[in-house]
């Protein structure tokens, strides 16, 4: 199976940051890749698909880049509402993984 | 609006079965595939099963081959997932989701359900 590593595991920023998540596979997966956000007791929301394709009604503020085995997720001028937990999740294959997640929490 | 309701979940001793539904509305569900992804208390996802669109084409996660099976009923519009053999590692809240249309390989999940709990304990 194809291992999703993301880092940090926690991050703390404060309001109107810029934060950067990164996700790298174990093995290439060209720009097979997903981010999530899941808030505390809710369902994940897809945010991206294909490395960097925003989903339609998600905030500009989230972009996604990379391809090969190295990812990012950047979140420009951090907004309340984005204090949560992102995951990455590879599709080039079946068994479809997913990044340990990354906490975002207020600084 | 596409919405996705899962029920089924409880507490249920090891060694037995459950059943968990997901009713699919607001979108052709029979043009799209459906997935099963799991959350343990506290921890990360973990995909667990596939049904493509036709419900022709199944795959499972490892830590459940041999024990679940996903199926889905176009006329009722509705995903399930059997459940036997439950362990303790087994303990998560079920989330159903939806795929790629058609044939389409590879699969993200732009949609989810509400998840429903499932508890295995003596």
């Known amino acids: 199976d194809i291992q999703m590593t993301q880092s940090p595991s926690s991050l703390s920023a404060s309001e109107g940051d810029r934060v950067t998540i990164t996700c790298r596979a174990s093995q290439s997966i060209s720009n097979w890749l997903a981010w999530y956000q899941q808030k505390p007791g809710k369902a994940p929301n897809l945010l991206i698909y294909k490395a960097s394709s925003l989903k339609s009604g998600v905030s500009s503020r989230f972009s996604g880049s990379g391809s090969g085995t190295e990812f990012t997720l950047t979140i420009s001028s951090l907004q309340p509402d984005d204090f949560a937990t992102y995951y990455c999740?590879?599709?080039?294959?079946?068994?479809?993984?997913f990044g340990q997640g990354t906490k975002l929490e207020i600084k | 609006q596409v919405q996705l309701v899962e029920s089924g979940g409880g507490v249920v001793q090891p060694g037995r079965s459950l059943r968990l539904s997901c009713a699919a509305s607001g979108f052709t569900f029979s043009s799209y595939a459906m997935h099963w992804v799991r959350q343990a208390p506290d921890k990360g996802l973990e995909w667990v099963a596939l049904s493509s669109y036709d419900g022709s084409n199944k795959d499972y996660a490892d830590s459940v081959k041999g024990r679940f099976t996903i199926s889905r009923d176009k006329s009722k519009n509705t995903l399930y997932l059997q459940m036997n053999s439950l362990r303790e590692e087994d303990t998560a809240v079920y989330y159903c989701a939806r795929g790629r249309a058609g044939s389409s390989p590879g699969h993200y999940f732009d949609y989810w359900g509400q998840g429903t709990l499932v508890t295995v304990s003596s």
């Open positions: 999740q590879q599709y080039n294959s079946y068994s479809y993984t």
